[in-house]
């Protein structure tokens, strides 16, 4: 790892807090929405579609939005972020 790279994850802990608890956070959050999507798709008798997928994914950053608010709600480039999740995941989800 390089120092700037250092740096970088030094700077984040401070704003984000520690880098375990958080992302163990967003990963059991995200694996439970794969899980729930899967499982939609396999009730359905087929794989998920590369635009559920891609709704998926815009749904999974906007939970690291919403872990990162928890840690500080006054930091508005999350909520800023998180809005703009929620309106790549409706427009991935309708196929615009």
């Known amino acids: 790892m390089s ?10 802990g401070k704003k984000y807090g520690p880098i375990e608890p958080m992302w163990t956070t ?36 906007q939970d690291v939005k919403v872990v990162r608010s928890i840690q500080d709600p006054t930091y508005d480039d999350n909520y800023v972020d998180g809005r703009n999740y929620w309106t790549i995941g409706e427009r991935v989800g309708s196929g615009d």
């Open 3 to 12: 120092d700037k790279d250092q740096e970088i994850l030094e700077e984040r």
């Open 26 to 61: 967003i990963g059991v959050k995200q694996w439970a929405n794969f899980n729930f999507l899967w499982q939609k798709c396999c009730d359905q008798g087929r794989e998920p579609t590369s635009q559920e997928l891609g709704h998926l994914a815009a749904m999974n950053m």
